[in-house]
């Protein structure tokens, strides 16, 4: 995926730029914690096959992802050596 250009070709703003390597970039990270796709249109761990999908993403994950997220780390603190295997 492109994220310097809108999807006409024009260039993005600094700041679109930057809000989409954010996202990019914790979805990724989320998946090393073991969250997959989400159906929620809006929820960080949705699928965004265009940057025209990735732009209507907000930067937060919906209620069952951070549920997901949160327990998965918590049980990587308390089971550090089970997940790792």
Same mark, same amino acid.
Do not use: G
């Given at each position: 995926m492109r994220t310097r250009r809108n999807e006409d070709g024009s260039p993005a703003t600094k700041e679109r730029f930057?809000?989409?390597? !954010?996202?990019? !970039?914790?979805?990724?990270? !989320?998946?090393t914690f073991m969250l997959y796709h989400c159906d929620d249109p809006q929820c960080l761990m949705h699928f965004s096959p265009r940057i025209g999908h990735l732009d209507i993403v907000v930067l937060a994950f919906c209620d069952r992802c951070e549920f997901v997220l949160r327990e998965n780390v918590f049980q990587l603190y308390l089971h550090p050596r089970e997940l790792r295997r």
């Open positions: 930057t809000e989409r390597l !954010a996202k990019v !970039a914790l979805h990724e990270v !989320a998946h």
